[in-house]
Structure formats: structure tokens, C-alpha cells
């Protein structure tokens, strides 16, 4: 792990300790910083998740990577009992602070505490990418999914259009350290962000890696022009 005066952030072979550290260390602040890197594109990104997933009132759904539980609060409005897990101490801490009502644990994508088949849905955002074994956790997933269940996947990706990718690229090599320095409590954590995106498969990429962990019916669509693309997959 790097460390500076300001923070510290996880390499790219994303030890689950280095990640966890890290993201204790953006806790305080990460909603409003992710906020403002998408430019407010999150919050429609978390709704279309919802929406994907197709939850119906009384069925159970599994927030991966929840965070501070933004994610698990949208999955709630559907009706659907919603549950959050997540790596990260120092998140689940600042979740139970501002959302004391929606239900938070601790749990590796790995090894989720989770008996065989107990979802009717599994989805994580933007946590995929952080995760050591890609491979390894979307079986994971599976396991704790009923056959027939869903599992929807929402992770930044990669621009479709080279015009729009290419300024892309430039914002977040030039300007997105620059905007964390003013609102992340831990801006060397963006550096990762930003190594991290730019060596993240591209669509048809990952739903082949979703494919090879077991799940069928994948399909995906692009989200404000690939910035974001969401994966939809459905439990043999």
C-alpha cells in the first residue's frame, strides 16, 4: 500500500486489507465526493440498478460492496428487503451513522455469510473492481443466489464513443486528483480510482468473466455513454 502524508491508497494486486484501509480512510466523506466526481451521475446510476434488478415487494436482495448503504437505501424503495455488506469497517460505521435503519454487515465478497441460496437477487456497485478474485466472487454470488435469481452489476467501464473516451481519460488523469484534493478526506485513494478504471475489462469482457462463473442470460448496456455499464445475469 502507498501512504502519504494525507492518506493512503491500495496497489492493483487489491489486497482485501489494503482495500479495507483504504476505503476507511474515504469514509467521511465518500458519498459527497462521488457525488461530485460523476457530476451527480451516481444517483441516476443507483436508481437504474434498481430498476434492473426487477425487485418485487417480499423478495430479498443482497447489496455487495455496499459502502455507507446508498446503494442498499435505493434497493429498499422497491419494496424488496435489502441488506448491505461490505469490507470496509470505517464504511459500515459511517453508513450506520447517517442511515442507522438500513440493515449493514461486515462481509467479504469471497466469503459472504450467507447460506446457499437465499437471495432472490445479488448486486454490487462499483465494488466489483475492487475485489482481488473477480472470478472468485461472482461464484460467490451464485452461491448465495437462488436458481432463477439475478444478479445485476453496475461498475464504472469504458466510453464507447473515442472522442468522448479520450477527454475521458484526460479528466481523470488531470482533473479528478485535483477535485479530490478539495473534497475527499483521503484524495491519494483517487489515484487508485484512477489506475484501477483504466485496467478494468471492457464490456463484452467482464460479461464473458460473468459467463465463466456460472451465471447465464448475460447482457449488458451502457450507462451516460459507457462511463458506467450495467451487467445483468441470471442464475442457472
Known amino acids: 500500500m502507498s501512504r502519504t502524508p494525507q492518506g493512503q491508497r491500495a ?62 437505501e435505493e434497493l429498499s424503495l422497491s419494496g424488496a428487503w435489502a441488506v448491505g455488506a461490505d469490507l470496509s469497517l470505517g464504511m459500515l460505521h459511517a453508513g450506520k451513522r447517517t442511515r442507522p435503519e438500513v440493515p449493514l454487515l461486515a462481509g467479504d465478497a469471497l466469503r459472504l455469510p450467507f447460506a446457499d441460496g437465499v437471495f432472490d437477487a445479488v448486486t454490487i456497485s462499483f465494488a466489483l473492481r475492487n475485489v482481488v478474485d473477480t472470478e472468485a466472487a461472482l461464484r460467490e454470488f451464485a452461491r448465495v443466489t437462488r436458481p432463477g435469481g439475478r444478479l445485476v452489476v453496475c461498475e464504472l467501464s469504458h466510453p464507447v464513443n473515442p472522442v468522448f473516451r479520450t477527454a475521458y481519460l484526460s479528466y481523470l488523469m488531470r482533473w479528478l486528483p485535483t477535485a479530490a484534493r478539495v473534497v475527499s478526506s483521503n484524495p491519494d485513494a483517487y489515484v487508485y480510482l484512477i489506475e484501477s478504471i483504466r485496467a478494468w475489462p471492457d464490456q463484452a469482457a467482464l460479461a464473458r468473466r460473468i459467463q465463466a462463473a456460472g451465471w447465464g442470460r448475460v447482457a449488458w448496456r451502457n450507462l451516460t455513454g459507457g462511463l458506467a455499464a450495467l451487467h445483468r445475469a441470471v442464475r442457472d
Not at 25 to 42: C, E, I, K, S
Open 11 to 72: 496497489s492493483l494486486d487489491k489486497q482485501p486489507h489494503e482495500v479495507a484501509a483504504m476505503f476507511d480512510g474515504v469514509a467521511a466523506r465518500y458519498d459527497l465526493t462521488n457525488t461530485v466526481m460523476t457530476a451527480g451521475r451516481d444517483r441516476a446510476w443507483r436508481r437504474a440498478t434498481r430498476e434492473a434488478l426487477g425487485l418485487r415487494p417480499g423478495e430479498r436482495v443482497l447489496d455487495v460492496g455496499a459502502g455507507t448503504g446508498v446503494s442498499t
